[in-house]
């Protein structure tokens, strides 16, 4: 613990956890109300598991919505996967949570963003520091006013 606590690479997994518990309470007992994901991730990480003619279409980022159709949603520490119906063909997909970039739930207007660290953007990280989590507002137009908060303050 040299060089002090890790708060970002402990949000980054903290956040990762919240999704995982999200996910696997929808795997238990379906979505409720009117709540629905927005999930984008990398394409390009090492561990996505999609069909080749999804990988062409979509080579370095894909979002994907989790709302009226999909099966075998399934959880683990490392990721999650699901079915998803692409013009009506079932598709099953693999995602680790190391290639979320967003995920969002329009319905309450909650969001979460995963900004990756570029290298040499501060001299005091690592280059392979852990992506920093930023909360968002949703990408989809809303009526009510959504708030974007920044880790960016509370950092040296």
């Known amino acids: 613990m040299a060089r002090g606590i890790d708060y970002g690479g402990m949000m ?5 956890g919240l999704i995982a518990d999200v996910l696997q309470a929808v795997a ?12 984008t991730f990398d394409t390009r990480d090492e561990g996505v598991e999609m069909a080749d003619w999804l990988r062409e ?9 989790i709302q009226h159709w999909f099966e075998n949603l399934s959880v683990t520490h490392e ?10 063909s079932p598709e099953p997909l693999y995602i680790p ?7 969002v739930d ?13 290298d040499g953007e501060d001299d005091e990280e690592p280059a392979e520091a852990p992506a ?3 909360a968002a507002a949703p990408s989809t137009p809303a009526t ?6 920044s880790l960016d303050k509370w950092r040296k």
Do not use: K, W
Request: charged residues 25%; hydrophobic residues 35%.
């Open 132 to 134: 920093e989590p930023e």
């Open 28 to 39: 238990e007992d379906g979505l409720p109300g009117e709540h629905h994901f927005f999930i």
């Open 12 to 16: 980054h997994r903290a956040m990762q």
């Open 97 to 103: 949570f190391d290639s979320l970039r967003t995920f």
């Open 106 to 118: 329009p319905s309450v207007e909650f969001g979460l963003r995963f900004e990756t660290q570029e």
């Open 79 to 88: 990721g999650f996967a699901i079915t998803l119906n692409f013009g009506n």
């Open 57 to 65: 279409r979509y080579p370095e980022e894909m979002t994907i919505v």
């Open 144 to 149: 009510g006013g959504a708030e974007v908060v």
